[in-house]
């Protein structure tokens, strides 16, 4: 055989490999440049749900604290009763008490959607204790369709106050809880 012939069939093998190699290379390269643009708005996405979460918590137990302590000072019907005469601020106070907890709602719905389990769990805590605290059923008026908050019936029982003490101390455990797991996830491990 001539020598340029046997030079290709011994250079053939390598080529191929090298082609292969090549082919390869850029497929990887290429689904790299498809997901990295992804990753980053899907993590982008979490990390704006788990500050919505953090802040509509945040925002929801102050106006609930609020509202707690305008019922607390409002007078009671007489005879005796656990209803308080709801005066314009406290009707007030008690509806922007629902929007919070409307907004934290929402906020825990985007963390259970965006995930991982870890932090929907986070969220499912958070949602939970704050339904027991402002009430599980909202509508659009105080009084029509909303369930009374846990300020606002037996205010002075044993029985409500642990109930009441129970809650706001899974609130506070899961909201503290949330910025740490969510740095956790979203960096990869804790910061060196």
């Known amino acids: 055989m001539e020598s340029e012939v046997i030079a290709a069939l011994i250079g053939a093998p390598t080529v191929l490999v090298t082609a292969a190699a090549a082919w390869i290379a850029g497929r990887l390269q290429s689904r790299g440049a498809y997901h990295g643009p992804v990753d980053a708005v899907r993590r982008a996405a979490q990390r704006d749900a788990y500050a919505d979460l953090y802040r509509t918590g945040r925002r929801f137990i102050e106006a609930w604290e609020e509202a707690e302590a305008a019922v607390e000072r409002a007078p ?10 709801v005066t314009p601020d406290v009707r007030r106070l008690l509806d922007g008490m629902f929007e919070a907890q409307e907004a934290l709602e929402h906020a825990a719905d985007m963390v ?6 870890s932090l929907a769990e986070i969220a499912d805590r958070i949602w939970a204790s704050a339904s027991r605290l402002g009430g599980q059923q909202l509508g659009p008026r105080w009084g029509r369709t909303r369930t009374r908050p846990l300020f606002d019936t037996y205010i002075d029982s044993p029985e409500h106050n642990r109930e009441r003490n129970e809650a706001m101390s899974e609130f506070g455990d899961a909201h503290r809880g949330l910025l740490p797991a969510a740095r956790e996830y979203l960096n990869g491990g804790p910061p060196a």
């Open 76 to 85: 009671r019907a007489i005879p005796p009763s656990s209803d308080p005469l």
């Open 112 to 117: 259970r959607l965006e995930g991982p389990t």
